[in-house]
């Protein structure tokens, strides 16, 4: 998904979205096999104007977020796919143990709470799209 603050120009075609980078302003090597059919891929063709691999052809690539940004997108997906599979786990272990009642209430109320917050919907702000 791309986000417009977090687009920068593309060097590889130099913003124009079509590749020029090979000898005589042609194609370069992958830009022209990826723009290629597969069969067509392993014969030496000559292309010109193939579409930039790099940027797919918007002329602008995303950036890369800071480590901060993507720990913050991605601990909470982690974080309830550990309750979530460490819950069955916790009452095998607890079984034979005489506060097992305790335990599975804890465990229930905690997996309540994670799949409740997942499939609710509001916890994940949508972006707007880059046009």
């Excluded at 687009?7 to 980078?21: A, D, F, Q, Y």
């Excluded at 042609?26 to 597969?38: E, G």
Aim: hydrophobic share 35%.
């Amino acid at each position: 998904m791309l986000i417009k603050d977090h687009l920068i120009p593309c060097k590889h075609c130099n913003e124009s979205g079509t590749c020029k980078s090979g000898k005589d302003e042609k194609s370069c090597i992958k830009c022209s096999r990826l723009s290629l059919p597969w069969l067509l891929q392993f014969i030496p063709l000559s292309t010109k104007g193939a579409i930039c691999s790099a940027c797919k052809g918007s002329s602008k690539i995303e950036a890369l977020e800071p480590y901060s940004v993507l720990l913050n997108q991605n601990i909470l997906p982690i974080l309830g796919a550990t309750i979530i599979i460490g819950a069955p786990i916790t009452l095998h272990a607890f079984q034979e143990s005489p506060h097992f009642p305790e335990i599975l209430s804890f465990v229930a109320t905690i997996s309540g709470s994670a799949v409740t917050y997942f499939f609710h919907g509001k916890h994940s702000k949508r972006r707007p799209r880059a046009q």
